[in-house]
């Protein structure tokens, strides 16, 4: 942070556990960074019991703080700060991600004196529920309120070499996600994967495997036994053992198949500059929502979509030469809309 004046941000970030919606939120404060410093306090929050997040949302404006989060939200870990005593320390932003910090993220704010800035969708659209809503697509009806962004991660393509193409490629990395209330993958989409692994080792590619938290454990355990034999061909990177960022390898090669139930996984190779591949499993339908943004990637030239049976024929592989990559880093496009929000620099 060499060079940033003023006082450092005092930031919460806010985590569902959800390993996706984890990179989002240090993807803000990673942009935060490249124009402010900024030290963060990380909170783990679940909510209590079933109720209306759109309630939520509207009650965490008005009521009590202290009553609202008895009534809604308990810290995730045992150990983590205790939410009380933070909401009586003076913050400048909280940030977070995911539909089940929506409310949290505004009560905190509030009581803080924070600006909120939260990434996904809004509850109440007649109502300005943070001070920054980001967003990955365009509302259906053409307007609404929020900014449209690239999901965010803490990658920064401008630190990759740039990705290989035509005779010149060498890896090609497969990230997969899994179990979503959409889809679960099944045995038929594993032999699907592998049928895609063996058919890029063929051509003589080196491939870099990635799961995430939701790939069923025992499944991709097969999987992984199904592909020893290529050997040195192919490089596992299992979460389980890696954790959080544990894939950076997977940024480094040449291009980037995703299983299409990940829209972040999908934004992160997009951010990484690599020619990207949406990789749906036989049979799966992506949720409408998922599906606007898919397309989004697609008609803008930065992605193909394909059905998992179809990739293991290798009749795309050239069609890769022909997608663009982004010019810019996502991450300066970023800073500059979060500076609108943040709050003037101040002496230290």
Do not use: C
């Not at 590619?205 to 799961?211: F, H, I, K, P, R």
């Not at 030239?301 to 996502?330: F, Q």
């Amino acid at each position: 942070m060499s060079g940033l004046t003023g006082r450092p941000l005092r930031a919460i970030a806010l985590s569902d556990g959800v390993a996706g919606h984890d990179r989002i939120t240090l993807g803000v404060l990673t942009a935060v960074a490249r124009r402010r410093a900024v030290h963060t306090r990380s909170l783990g929050v679940r909510e209590r019991g079933a109720g209306s997040r759109r309630l939520d949302r509207l009650h965490a404006r008005l009521a009590p703080f202290e009553r609202f989060w008895s009534a809604r939200y308990e810290a995730a870990h045992a150990d983590a700060p205790s939410p009380v005593a933070l909401a009586r320390e003076p913050f400048d932003i909280v940030v977070s991600a995911g539909p089940s910090t929506g409310a949290a993220n505004i009560a905190l704010a509030r009581a803080t004196g924070a600006r909120s800035i939260y990434f996904g969708f809004p509850k109440l659209p007649l109502i300005r529920e943070f001070d920054l809503l980001l967003r990955p697509d365009q509302p259906r009806l053409g307007f609404g309120p929020g900014e449209v962004v690239l999901r965010p991660s803490e990658i920064d393509p401008d630190l990759l070499p740039p990705p290989r193409r035509g005779a010149e490629r060498k890896r090609v990395a497969l990230m997969l996600g899994g179990v979503t209330k959409f889809h679960t993958f099944t045995d038929q989409d594993f032999q699907g994967f592998a049928a895609i692994v063996r058919t890029l080792t063929a051509a003589g590619l080196e491939v870099v495997v990635s799961n995430s938290r939701r790939t069923p454990p025992d499944a991709f355990d097969a999987f992984v036994s199904e592909l020893a034999p290529r050997g040195a061909k192919v490089t596992i990177i299992d979460f389980r053992r890696g954790g959080l960022m544990s894939n950076a390898d997977v940024f480094a090669t040449d291009a980037i198949i995703v299983t299409a139930d990940s829209m972040s996984m999908i934004a992160e190779a997009i951010a990484a500059r690599r020619p990207t591949v949406v990789a749906r499993p036989d049979g799966y339908r992506p949720p409408a929502r998922d599906a606007r943004e898919i397309a989004t990637h697609v008609r803008s030239n930065l992605a193909l979509e394909s059905s998992v049976s179809a990739l293991a024929l290798l009749d795309w592989i050239n069609r890769l030469d022909g997608l663009r990559t982004l010019e810019t880093n996502p991450l300066d496009r970023l800073a500059d809309v979060l500076s609108a929000v943040l709050p003037p620099k101040m002496g230290v």
